[in-house]
């Protein structure tokens, strides 16, 4: 199993490929729990760096490729992706993927999410060109590339555009980059096969030890990830946070410089 799953070095294993309203919406309970679980969120550093992906990730990227893959091709996906970002999710339901997001072999996909989101949403021009330069296309592989464009596609069908009188804020973005990370973790955590299985025991022993094993070109691609979410931190979260609060005089003395793990998971650190 393990020289099949080599064999698709070519095809998969360079694949190393959270914001209701306006800021001034009001903040449902709902929202403020999932932004404290944003909060509490801690990263998972790479202890073992790998010059190739060994089968957990490879196992760990095929199977976000395919969750992507399937969303923006099976018939009726979409709208039900639609409709499950608008439910609530009970702790349980979630609790198993707590830990597992937290691997780098498997957090790609969400920073992805939550970086394109905020891209397709909330960027200017020049702001979409800057996050460009970060992840230029001609430096990253093919199979990211396509990640990204499966991911683009999905936003673009389940958070339609609004026009400038009624733009998403910051939370309600930040709410449905948590619901598409519960959504994929219901979905990574039902295993197809034994492998696959086999797989998640992997992931959750080596978050365990503290033994994470990512190849280098899964390092590189994290930390591009994490570089264009630091710069929408500073170029578009900090700004339009603050703009709000001191353009409302009567809010000014509840602003707080370090806000920004309200809206982004807390991924930004070690190799993870």
């Known amino acids: 199993m393990k020289m099949r799953l080599y064999s698709l070095f070519g095809f998969c294993s360079?694949?190393?490929?959270?914001?209701?309203?306006?800021?001034?919406?009001?903040?449902?309970?709902?929202?403020g729990n999932d932004l404290e679980e944003v909060r509490n969120q801690a990263p998972a550093s790479c202890s073992s760096?790998?010059?190739?992906?060994?089968?957990?990730?490879?196992?760990?990227?095929?199977?976000?490729?395919?969750?992507?893959?399937?969303?923006?091709h099976g018939y009726g996906t979409l709208p039900e992706l639609e409709r499950a970002l608008t439910r609530t999710y009970s702790d349980s339901e979630v609790s198993d993927f707590a830990e597992i997001q937290r691997?780098?072999?498997?957090?790609?996909?969400?920073?992805?999410?939550?970086?394109?989101?905020?891209?397709?949403?909330k960027a200017t021009f020049k702001q979409r060109n800057e996050i460009d330069a970060i992840l230029r296309a001609s430096e990253l592989p093919?199979?990211?590339?396509?990640?990204?464009?499966?991911?683009?596609?999905?936003?673009?069908?389940?958070?339609?555009y609004r026009d400038r009188y009624e733009a998403y804020g910051l939370r309600e973005l930040a709410h449905i980059s948590q619901q598409f990370r519960r959504i994929f973790g219901l979905k990574f955590m039902k295993p197809s096969y034994d492998e696959e299985e086999m797989m998640i025991k992997t992931l959750r022993d080596e978050l365990t030890t503290g033994s994470v094993k990512l190849s280098t070109s899964r390092q590189s691609i994290n930390q591009r990830l994490d570089k264009a979410r630091a710069w929408q931190c500073k170029n578009i979260i900090d700004v339009q946070y603050k703009r709000y609060f001191w353009n409302t005089p009567h809010r000014r003395h509840r602003y707080r410089p370090?806000?920004?793990s309200d809206y982004q998971y807390d991924y930004t650190q070690g190799g993870g």
């Open 14 to 31: 360079l694949l190393v490929r959270s914001l209701s309203g306006s800021l001034g919406g009001r903040v449902t309970s709902k929202v």
């Open 49 to 72: 760096p790998e010059s190739f992906p060994g089968e957990t990730e490879m196992l760990a990227q095929q199977k976000s490729t395919n969750f992507l893959t399937d969303l923006r």
């Open 103 to 121: 691997h780098g072999a498997v957090s790609t996909t969400l920073k992805l999410f939550e970086i394109r989101l905020l891209y397709l949403r």
């Open 142 to 160: 093919r199979s990211f590339q396509e990640t990204m464009a499966n991911i683009d596609y999905i936003c673009e069908h389940v958070v339609p």
């Open 258 to 260: 370090h806000h920004h």
